[in-house]
């Protein structure tokens, strides 16, 4: 009986989709469906268009001008001379340069302690206190930075803080951490990993979850080493995922301002000044509109080609992925 | 009404910045334009709001104001608490505007610490908002609020209501917290809460017998213990003092001063080093600074401030003025050159009457004569030009409020403020009231302060030489003489791109590091 009328009504529903009422019907759903659909994405692309295309469009027009906001001088058109001030600027390309290498240097310790920390959990299931330890892990990941800032200072300050109180205890000389030319940037890197190694530890986890578990138990029964099922087996399978995690973190630190702000303020002297506190110090205290949008726009550009890299490995991912099943 | 005020009240401020920013504006964008067409639609909602046709400028009257609730928002200084005074003692606004006008009002408030609180008010200013009718700001802003035209000429107010036009003590609290540009007599600010430096000693330690007797067989001389003593002391001599009590083994340290790279910590500690041995910082008629800053006294009194660091803690870079509190108020110093605004905070309850406070130890001056010249602290309070009329008139209604004697009695003996007029200061109980407040009268007097730059420009000026100074106390910068010789480059380079100078910086000064 089912078969039946599943039988009989098999050639309407065959009528329906090829019969010629159906590409009006189709075309008709089409147009709804393309209507609902756009009409949904307004909101998103509104906010887009507000929230980033105007902005970016006034900050690129404000690169043009010599504009201090609390100067009654108002604006003056000069072309591209903020452009070729930066080209000139010192105190600004020595902080670029300051923030590529430190940027390098937080990318590499955190991908090697994360791949590490990754490698320990990884197939770990039955570690006594497993969950708690990875919630250990990640809170600092999840603190604000400018909470965390604060109380690595409070923590390293050499009179009040309790990093050198037991320093003192254990009878060595309190170490200035902060304000110490030789100290400040090592200890701004390190808390910075201290902050985002847990990224990169949930990144490889993520990644090494991503391995065939038949694949990895092929391995075993072949006997391969641990080298060799690291090698062969397991980082061509996590290696788009832990690169994607790195140029994450590359786009993310060159970007880091609040936490050296709150920690060292930039100092000492200039000694930890990376670019984007000297792009906030031009643009919010000293609100020279004018040549910090220039800047703007340069950081801008090299923040694209940063994502440019990431969207290639994306790609390289899918293309990968579309190759396999072919 | 506001709004025809605000402009005819600044006409060559607002009205060359307007037409600036429209050429600007069409060339930009159209949706920029549409953005702008916006923001002035938005900034414009608080025209509606104006009542009544008599001057705001000149405060309520007992009929205008009658039956209306309004809420008064002001901005302060966080964590400097001569600045949330007014907040405290709001209640009594509250009943003399009920009393002598009839309203009800109530106060919001936005607070930020001294380096963030301009970035706070500025944008709302340039988007012509009322959010904070009245403000308590850093005298150095003066220039950066007043050219734009955002804030109210003061002499306008001053004219309607003379009451407010009070003698000040010496000519410091007009150069320092009302008048730009400097030296043009045009004021802009009220003075809201003076400030001067000094240094607070722990007067029990000066008073024990044996730390009195080991001081004069060490030095060969009795260790200074009044006021009057310290009043006259000389740098080296006070220095003698500091080093004396300096017992770094059982944690209590001789001085602590300020060298923090935050806002103008470092500079405001180091100036009266400078000032003193006869060095200039600018000249403010030509708007020079390379040739007058980098000069050798001024190298030589840098080298002098950041000497005193072997007194202090290991940390003495990062010292603000938090820090400094910290230092003397948990006993890890014997002494501490302060801002003698926060007295109050400097003399904990544990330390009430163990507390001696003197003006600033006075150096060897050009002339060979001994001279001390400090810095001068302290905010005024500016009036926000984009007040609707209501808001306006509680405004002028707060400051006339502010001024009455028996607030001034509340401000300055109960909640730790400091008087500035020349009745104020020479009112015994006022004087008596906290031992701070005879080295701030001795500070205040004329040429013993002076305030710095009031320039827009200051923010970006104050960066490069906090970042060049406090390198140098923290050892990125080999030299007083080249931090100096940086500040002084680039200081001229800001002031010389912005207009405001015709003397040009020295040739490659834009590729100039401080490494």
């Given amino acids: 009986m089912t078969e039946a009328v599943i039988k009989s009504k098999q050639p309407e529903l065959i009528q329906g989709k090829t019969g010629k009422s159906a590409p009006r019907k189709a075309k008709s759903r089409f147009s709804s469906n393309t209507l609902w659909s756009g009409g949904l994405l307004v909101p998103v692309l509104l906010f887009f268009i507000l929230m980033n295309v105007v902005p970016t469009i006034w900050m690129l027009g404000l690169s043009f001008y010599d504009y201090t906001l609390t100067s009654a001088k108002g604006m003056e058109f000069i072309g591209f001379d903020n452009y070729t001030r930066l080209l000139n600027d010192g105190p600004i390309q020595l902080a670029i340069s300051r923030t590529f290498l430190f940027m390098v240097l937080a990318v590499i310790l955190q991908t090697l302690l994360g791949a590490l920390i990754g490698f320990l959990f990884w197939r770990a299931d039955r570690m006594p206190g497993r969950r708690l330890a990875l919630t250990l892990l990640f809170t600092p990941m999840v603190l604000a930075p400018l909470s965390s800032g604060l109380f690595w200072r409070l923590l390293l300050d050499p009179v009040f803080g309790l990093i050198n109180y037991f320093i003192s205890s254990l009878g060595f000389e309190p170490v200035n951490f902060l304000t110490n030319p030789d100290w400040a940037f090592t200890t701004v890197l390190l808390v910075d990993t201290w902050m985002w190694t847990p990224f990169m530890a949930l990144m490889t986890l993520a990644a090494l979850g991503s391995v065939p578990k038949a694949e990895l138990e092929a391995a075993q029964v072949d006997n391969l080493s641990m080298w060799q099922r690291l090698i062969h087996v397991i980082i061509p399978y996590a290696k788009f995922i832990i690169v994607l995690g790195i140029l994450l973190r590359t786009i993310d630190v060159f970007k880091t301002m609040d936490l050296v702000y709150l920690m060292t303020n930039g100092g000492p002297g200039d000694r930890t000044e990376l670019i984007a506190v000297g792009l906030y110090r031009l643009a919010f205290q000293s609100f020279n509109l004018g040549y910090s949008s220039a800047l703007a726009v340069l950081l801008l550009f090299i923040a694209i080609a940063l994502t440019s890299i990431y969207l290639f490995v994306l790609n390289l991912r899918a293309r990968k992925e579309l190759k396999d099943q072919s | 009404m506001s709004r025809k005020f605000m402009i005819n009240s600044h006409e060559s401020g607002i009205t060359a910045q307007l037409k600036g920013r429209r050429r600007g504006f069409t060339a930009i964008a159209t949706v920029g334009i549409a953005a702008s067409l916006v923001l002035a639609g938005c900034?414009?909602?608080?025209?509606?709001?104006?009542?009544?046709?008599?001057?705001?400028?000149?405060?309520?009257?007992?009929?205008?104001?009658?039956?209306?609730?309004?809420?008064?928002?002001?901005?302060?200084?966080?964590?400097?608490?001569?600045?949330?005074?007014?907040?405290?003692?709001?209640?009594?606004?509250?009943?003399?505007?009920?009393?002598?006008?009839?309203?009800?009002?109530?106060l919001t408030f936005a607070e930020a610490p001294f380096g963030e609180l301009f970035q706070k008010i500025a944008p709302t200013l340039a988007a012509g908002s009322q959010e904070f009718n009245i403000m308590i700001v850093d005298s150095q802003w003066l220039g950066a609020l007043a050219e734009p035209g955002w804030i109210v000429p003061a002499d306008k107010i001053y004219d309607l209501n003379p009451e407010l036009d009070i003698e000040p003590f010496s000519s410091l609290v007009a150069s320092t917290y009302q008048v730009y540009p400097d030296g043009s007599g045009q004021r802009w600010g009220f003075p809201q809460m003076p400030d001067t430096q000094g240094v607070f000693l722990r007067l029990d330690m000066l008073e024990d017998p044996a730390n009195q007797a080991a001081f004069e067989a060490e030095y060969g001389k009795p260790l200074p213990t009044t006021y009057e003593e310290y009043e006259e002391i000389m740098m080296d001599d006070f220095v003698e003092i500091v080093a004396f009590f300096n017992d770094q083994d059982n944690g209590m340290y001789g001085t602590a001063l300020q060298y923090s790279k935050d806002y103008d910590f470092f500079s405001c500690a180091y100036y009266p080093f400078a000032y003193s041995r006869g060095g200039e910082i600018w000249n403010p008629d030509t708007n020079q600074i390379y040739g007058v800053l980098n000069s050798d006294v001024n190298a030589a009194a840098m080298e002098e401030f950041v000497g005193l660091k072997k007194y202090q803690p290991a940390s003495f870079a990062t010292q603000g003025i938090g820090?400094?509190?910290?230092?003397?108020?948990?006993?890890?110093?014997?002494?501490?050159?302060?801002?003698?605004?926060?007295?109050?905070?400097?003399?904990?309850?544990?330390?009430?009457?163990?507390?001696?406070?003197?003006?600033?130890?006075?150096?060897?001056?050009?002339?060979?004569?001994?001279?001390?010249?400090?810095?001068?602290?302290?905010?005024?309070?500016?009036?926000?030009?984009?007040?609707?009329?209501?808001?306006?008139?509680?405004?002028?209604?707060?400051?006339?409020?502010?001024?009455?004697?028996?607030?001034?009695?509340?401000?300055?003996?109960?909640?730790?403020?400091?008087?500035?007029?020349?009745?104020?200061?020479?009112?015994?109980?006022?004087?008596?009231?906290?031992?701070?407040?005879?080295?701030?009268?001795?500070?205040?007097?004329?040429?013993?302060?002076?305030?710095?730059?009031?320039?827009?420009?200051?923010?970006?000026?104050?960066?490069?030489?906090?970042?060049?100074?406090?390198?140098?106390?923290?050892?990125?910068?080999?030299?007083?003489?080249?931090?100096?010789?940086?500040?002084?480059?680039?200081?001229?380079?800001?002031?010389?791109?912005?207009?405001?100078?015709?003397?040009?910086?020295?040739?490659?000064?834009?590729?100039?590091?401080?490494?």
């Fill in chain 2, 43 to 106: 900034s414009s909602g608080s025209d509606d709001a104006s009542s009544g046709g008599d001057n705001p400028l000149t405060g309520s009257t007992a009929t205008n104001m009658q039956g209306k609730s309004l809420t008064l928002g002001y901005s302060r200084i966080g964590g400097w608490p001569p600045s949330a005074a007014p907040e405290a003692m709001f209640p009594a606004f509250q009943a003399y505007a009920k009393e002598n006008y009839g309203y009800d009002v109530d």
């Fill in chain 2, 323 to 515: 820090e400094v509190v910290d230092l003397f108020t948990t006993s890890q110093a014997f002494s501490a050159f302060q801002w003698l605004a926060i007295g109050k905070f400097m003399i904990a309850p544990e330390l009430e009457g163990k507390v001696l406070a003197i003006p600033l130890p006075k150096f060897e001056g050009p002339d060979g004569k001994p001279k001390i010249v400090g810095a001068m602290g302290g905010q005024p309070w500016v009036v926000n030009s984009f007040n609707d009329d209501d808001h306006m008139r509680v405004s002028v209604d707060f400051l006339k409020w502010w001024y009455l004697p028996e607030t001034q009695d509340s401000f300055i003996l109960e909640n730790g403020g400091l008087p500035w007029s020349k009745e104020g200061l020479n009112n015994e109980t006022y004087l008596n009231s906290a031992p701070y407040v005879r080295p701030f009268k001795y500070m205040l007097e004329e040429g013993r302060s002076v305030d710095f730059w009031h320039v827009p420009e200051y923010a970006q000026m104050l960066a490069v030489q906090q970042e060049a100074w406090n390198g140098y106390a923290a050892g990125t910068v080999s030299s007083a003489a080249d931090a100096l010789e940086y500040t002084a480059a680039k200081q001229q380079e800001i002031l010389f791109n912005s207009g405001r100078s015709e003397e040009p910086p020295p040739e490659g000064t834009a590729s100039l590091t401080l490494q």
